[in-house]
């Protein structure tokens, strides 16, 4: 009986996986050839490979993946704002403890979760960050409040969580953020940060300790780019390391006249080489198409510098490129002609 039931159980998860094709419709009744809206999400990049992933985990992850794509895209065919689509795809994956951010964070040396976010508007180039927040419920959502309601960038810290609070935002516990998964990889960490704490810290991007923060990026109706980044950080960070996801710049960037960029990978190197920033200045002044200028900083510059990761980003045409240098990256897509794409390997 119990064989039958998980030869059965397997059948579904292999049927469940098969019904992924890497390009489907969008919409049942067809989309349109142009929609002039498109949408770019990710769940973070590292060592992926099948060999890591069992078919069940896929199967999850390709569902999750697809659930907050869908949802973005109904929000950008509504007509609202990119800002709106953004926050909608965020919080689902914010809420699935399958991805470093919101619940399912990484933990802090400390053993508690210090989150980042970051979103930017393309049109008029405004940005909001909160960094190291311990106790919103969603720092993407957060953060947007210091776009639209502060006269700042970045808030920080217990600054940024009264400031939070005190505009209405969902306050929880720390310790709504838990998971087994990523405790059990804070003490394999600590173990191997007693051996060499240097190289623990210097590490290429790692599938247990770092990877699963979630970005989107998008083309609205109005002809907005929009990019928000999430994240738990990098498991046992200390003394209130930032990585670049809160960095506009860094982890994020968004401006009409190039492109939206969201970053995932070893932070560090993301800040020092500015790698959104940088995509958006490539398009603009170098003309280069956004394939191009988004795979010159990641397999180029980034990857000779010895750092890790991949992005998600879209020109102002809804063009959409995808490249990373580690083995993989959680990628899903809507293109301008609804086409729909979810990978999670080198080739799919
Ligand atoms: N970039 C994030 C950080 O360094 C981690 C990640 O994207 O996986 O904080």
């Known amino acids: 009986m119990h064989t039958f039931l998980s030869t059965f159980a397997s059948t579904l998860i292999m049927l469940h996986v098969f019904s992924f094709a890497p390009f489907v419709k969008a919409d049942d ?3 349109t050839t142009s929609n002039n809206i498109a949408i770019a999400i990710h769940g973070g990049a590292g060592t992926i490979s099948k060999a890591n992933l069992s078919p069940a985990q896929e199967a999850a992850y390709r569902e999750i993946l697809e659930k907050a794509l869908k949802a973005g895209y109904e929000v950008l065919k509504s007509g609202e ?18 991805f470093n951010a919101g619940v399912g964070a990484v933990y802090t040396f400390d053993e ?3 989150l980042d976010a970051s979103i930017m508007h393309g049109a008029d180039r405004s940005a909001g960050a909160v960094a190291g927040v311990k106790t919103i419920r969603s720092p993407i959502a957060a953060a947007n409040l210091v776009r639209t309601e502060s006269v700042h960038v970045l808030l920080s810290g217990e600054g940024a969580e009264s400031f ?11 310790r709504y953020f838990n998971s087994s998964r990523r405790l059990d990889a804070l003490k394999k960490a600590k173990k191997e940060i007693l051996k060499d704490e240097q190289a623990f810290y210097s590490a290429p991007h790692n599938i247990d300790y770092k990877y699963g923060t979630v970005g989107v990026v998008v083309l609205d109706k109005n002809g907005n780019l929009v990019a928000g980044t999430s994240t738990g950080g990098m498991t046992a960070k200390r003394y209130g390391r930032v990585g670049d996801s809160p960095i506009i710049g860094a982890g994020t960037f968004a401006d009409n006249n190039s492109c ?3 970053s ?8 020092r080489y500015n ?16 394939e191009d200028a988004a795979s010159k900083v990641i397999n180029g510059v ?43 390997y080198g080739n799919d």
């Open 29 to 31: 009744e067809q989309a």
């Open 81 to 98: 704002d990119g800002t709106v689509a953004v926050i909608k795809a965020i919080q689902l994956m914010e809420d699935s403890v399958l």
């Open 112 to 114: 508690e979760h210090e």
């Open 164 to 174: 939070a609070f005190a505009k209405g935002l969902e306050k929880v516990d720390n």
């Open 260 to 262: 939206a960029v969201s």
């Open 264 to 271: 995932t990978g070893h932070g560090e190197f993301f800040i």
């Open 275 to 290: 790698v959104a920033a940088d995509i958006c200045a490539r398009v603009e002044y170098q003309q280069l198409s956004i």
């Open 302 to 344: 980034l990857k000779d510098a010895g750092g890790t990761g991949g992005v998600i980003a879209i020109d102002a045409q809804g063009n959409i490129a995808m490249p990373f240098n580690t083995e993989g990256m959680y990628r899903a897509s809507i293109d301008t002609k609804g086409d729909v794409y979810i990978g999670i």
